[in-house]
């Protein structure tokens, strides 16, 4: 920066050097701090986060104390000590609508290959979210599961995202012959295709909670591949915890797990901008006698965590209902498709 001082006839110029920023304090903007820097974690600890995905300033943030106490057998208060550290590292602060609505741009939808389908929920299933489909048996919810494993690999220009998918899959519904015939009705390459879908089984709930806390290990792999992960499906989300709490005495704790199951899926939805598909059960109401009596299995924690919900049921002449019962921006709405050799498509009126 230079300054002028003129002094009659003759000027005289004045350099002020401006301060030059150290090279410590660049390398702490530029660069994430390890988490061995912190405090309370050592060279023990920091591989014990790491092999239970807490690899990252933001992963220990976010996370509680009762989870650090039980990945890295620490105490309590140094994991707090730890939490509170990564966080004043980060900034955790309010941000403004604008930043939101600037991040809002990077979200992705997912097409059903039905127009009317894709308008009632927003454009398509969306990333960074949790959707919800829930209804009876022969209702389409394991079709439209398959639908966007396929669809989820097409280019964005044609309702895809180029990305990979994770099928964890609870009922033994997939079926690589659906995706075949899908992905040749489309014009694409079956085997590529499959080879895309990983495929997990689940024979319990804490087998399938187990899956769905390793899923993050293959998101990390495929995140510098041309095939990012942008949809993982699991179908179904409350099989496997009816199955294992049975009678009111245990409501309480499947109600628990499964709440942390869901805000597993939550995390990694909002952390790697992925679309969550979720099928649900259904069950009748005996003391509905008005109305249509079937409610959604898994009660307020499921409906509170999905930021999606849609009903769907069975219509005349074999065509499908599909029902928007709840979004966090869009109003209820309703339409009807059919399901064919090539996914879901729209019923000509």
């Known amino acids: 920066m230079s300054k002028l001082k003129v002094l009659g006839m003759q000027q005289e110029v004045v350099m002020v050097e401006k301060p030059k920023e150290t090279k410590q304090e660049t390398s702490t903007k530029s660069e994430p701090q390890s988490i061995d820097t912190l405090p309370g974690v050592g060279a023990a600890t920091a591989e014990k986060l790491r092999e239970a995905g807490f690899d990252t300033l933001m992963s220990l943030a ?31 602060g309010f941000e403004t609508g604008i930043d939101l609505l600037k991040r809002r741009q990077e979200v992705i939808r997912l097409s059903t290959g039905s127009k009317a389908f894709d308008a009632m929920i927003g454009g398509g299933f969306e990333t960074g979210a949790i959707s919800e489909a829930y209804g009876e048996f022969g209702s389409s919810k394991s079709q439209i599961a398959h639908v966007l494993a396929v669809r989820t690999q097409l280019p964005v220009e044609q ?57 993050e290990d293959l998101i990390k792999q495929k995140m510098a591949s041309d095939r990012p992960v942008r949809l993982i499906v699991v179908d179904s989300l409350t099989s496997h915890f009816r199955a294992d709490f049975v009678g009111r005495g245990q409501l309480a704790d499947r109600q628990q797990k499964l709440n942390k199951h ?23 109401k005996p003391d509905t006698f008005f109305g ?24 005349k002449k074999g065509t499908r209902v599909g029902k928007l019962v709840d979004s966090p921006y869009l109003a209820d709405a309703e339409c009807i498709f059919r399901i064919t050799d090539a996914g ?3 019923v000509e009126e």
């Open 262 to 284: 869901m805000h597993t899926l939550m995390k990694l939805a909002s952390q790697y901008n992925l679309c969550v598909y979720v099928t649900n059960q259904v069950m009748a």
């Open 159 to 215: 309702g895809g995202s180029n990305g990979s998918v994770i099928f964890i899959d609870g009922e033994s519904t997939f079926r690589p012959e659906r995706i075949k015939q899908i992905a040749e009705s489309l014009k694409i390459d079956p085997i590529e295709t499959l080879k895309n879908i990983a495929v997990a089984r689940a024979f319990n709930s804490d087998h399938q909670m187990l899956i769905a806390e390793k899923t």
């Open 62 to 92: 976010v996370a509680s104390p009762a989870e650090l106490v039980e990945v890295c057998a620490i105490g309590e208060s140094v994991a707090k000590r730890i939490i509170n550290v990564a966080r004043s590292k980060l900034d955790m």
């Open 344 to 346: 879901l498509e729209d």
């Open 292 to 315: 249509d009596p079937t409610a959604a299995i898994g009660g307020h924690i499921v409906g509170h965590n999905s930021q999606t919900r849609i009903y769907l049921r069975k219509g």
